[in-house]
């Protein structure tokens, strides 16, 4: 039962750190020349980073959450 409880963040940690370069690399896919002001290349690296942490932890807590509530649906049906 003990292994039980270090299974859960060790899942959450892997989880968000596969969906945080998940999002980096479909960041990529856009143009920001087009938006960053000339001579701000790590600014707007930095930027980079930060939206693909945000992205990438939201969708991360989102399956996250689908696998924990979808694991307690049975307890609704006893």
């Known amino acids: 039962m003990s ?23 479909a960041l990529q896919a856009i143009m920001p020349e087009k938006i960053i ?11 980079f980073i930060f939206l693909s942490i945000m992205m990438g932890w939201s969708v991360s807590n989102f399956f996250l959450e ?4 979808s694991g307690r649906l049975p307890t609704l049906f006893q």
């Open 3 to 25: 292994s039980m409880f270090g299974f859960q963040p060790l899942l959450a940690i892997f989880s968000h750190i596969f969906f945080i370069g998940v999002s980096f690399y």
């Open 66 to 69: 689908i696998s924990y509530w």
């Open 37 to 47: 002001r000339k001579n701000r290349v790590f600014q707007a690296q930095i930027l």
